[in-house]
């Protein structure tokens, strides 16, 4: 049988032949989000997973993707109650707005089939609620993906602090994640239209930055609650983002600790480090395949520490997504899952409140 290679931003979809025995078919939601081309780069690598479809109600948007990228017609579906039942997916991962998660998760729980969105969860506590009564009563792995989640710098960073105990206890945690704009690193009319749009991304630069920030800490604290969560938002460029701030900074209070998020669409170049501060060292946690570590003493001795690479299970998103589905990895506490994420939409919900009302707000 000849081979077929069709290309999409790197990735390869390949003959059966070329498949694991039984890959796990994946279907795509929605086309409008421009991280579709970035996730689908890390599947180039992942035999394990099978793209069955994409399905994207804006026909032309998608037949144009298509195209570019010399995909063949029969891959889109005009919605995702056709692909499902036309290419039975074991798991359909979504890339649309934050607001249309919700009516994913409605449509593949009673089905059985697992989701995978992408960041963060949901566009606010409602549609959270929805969606937990949900996978409750349809059990079923809800997954959220961040870039951060796939740095093995991060990885390095838990075993340091929770399994090695090398770094002592955990004071401080300043999380900076930002770049220039949407609209300034160009992205997509189809991603602008709902990314700055109060209703369907939940806010600007607090929703699409500050959720990295809330992730990580809430996974350091392995679950628990700020006490109080603090927010100062700006609209600094009013004429560009006339609806949704584009400046944050919200500060988590725990009982022992503290968290510092910064999410910008003002900065002159893409970041995403954290800053961890604890008694007994610092470390400075980014996509780099070494990581700084000053150890303690009243001056500090600076190191390069070279990261190892992360299991092949859990090197990126199809790969971690495959393995949950095939019962090799239990999401529970890992940064994707949903005991996670939901306090993760808990402290952006709080975030939003206290930068419109200017007030702390507390947790119960």
């Known amino acids: 049988m000849k081979t077929k290679l069709f290309f999409l931003m790197g990735l390869i979809f390949i003959s059966p032949i070329f498949l694991s025995a039984n890959p796990v078919r994946v279907g795509i939601a929605g086309m409008t989000h421009d991280h579709v081309g970035q996730a689908l780069e890390a599947a180039k690598k992942n035999t394990d997973v099978q793209i069955v479809g994409f399905a994207e109600k804006n026909k032309d948007l998608a037949l144009r993707l298509l195209k570019q990228y010399q995909l063949p017609e029969s891959l889109w579906f005009p919605d995702l109650e056709t692909l499902i039942s036309k290419t039975k997916p074991e798991a359909i991962c979504a890339f649309n707005s934050i607001y249309e998660h919700l009516e994913v998760v409605q449509t593949c729980a009673p089905k059985g089939i697992h989701v995978m969105v992408e960041k963060p969860l949901a566009v606010n506590m409602d549609h959270l609620k929805q969606m937990k009564a949900l996978v409750k009563k349809h059990p079923i792995a809800l997954l959220t993906n961040f870039e951060t989640t796939w740095y093995p710098s991060h990885a390095k960073m838990w075993d340091m602090l929770k399994v090695e105990k090398s770094l002592g206890d955990l004071r401080k945690v300043v999380i900076m994640d930002g770049h220039n704009g949407p609209v300034e690193i160009g992205c997509s009319q189809e991603f602008l239209s709902w990314l700055t749009d109060p209703k369907m991304n939940g806010g600007g630069a607090l929703i ?150 200017h007030k702390t707000i507390f947790l119960p």
């Open 208 to 357: 699409d930055f500050g959720c990295y920030g809330a992730n990580i800490m809430t996974w350091l604290m392995e679950g628990q609650k700020p006490i109080s969560v603090t927010a100062v938002s700006q609209h600094l460029k009013p004429h560009i983002y006339p609806k949704v701030d584009d400046e944050t900074t919200i500060i988590l209070n725990y009982p022992s600790c503290q968290a510092i998020i910064q999410g910008s669409w003002n900065w002159p170049f893409d970041r995403k480090d954290t800053e961890l501060y604890a008694s007994k060292g610092i470390l400075v946690a980014n996509k780099s395949k070494q990581m700084r570590y000053v150890s303690d003493g009243r001056y500090g001795k600076e190191s390069m520490i070279s990261l190892p690479p992360l299991a092949p299970e859990r090197a990126n998103v199809f790969a971690y997504l495959a393995a949950v589905v095939q019962g090799k990895i239990d999401p529970q506490k890992d940064l994707s899952s949903l005991p996670i994420n939901e306090i993760v939409v808990e402290i952006l919900s709080a975030a939003t409140e206290s930068a419109k009302t």
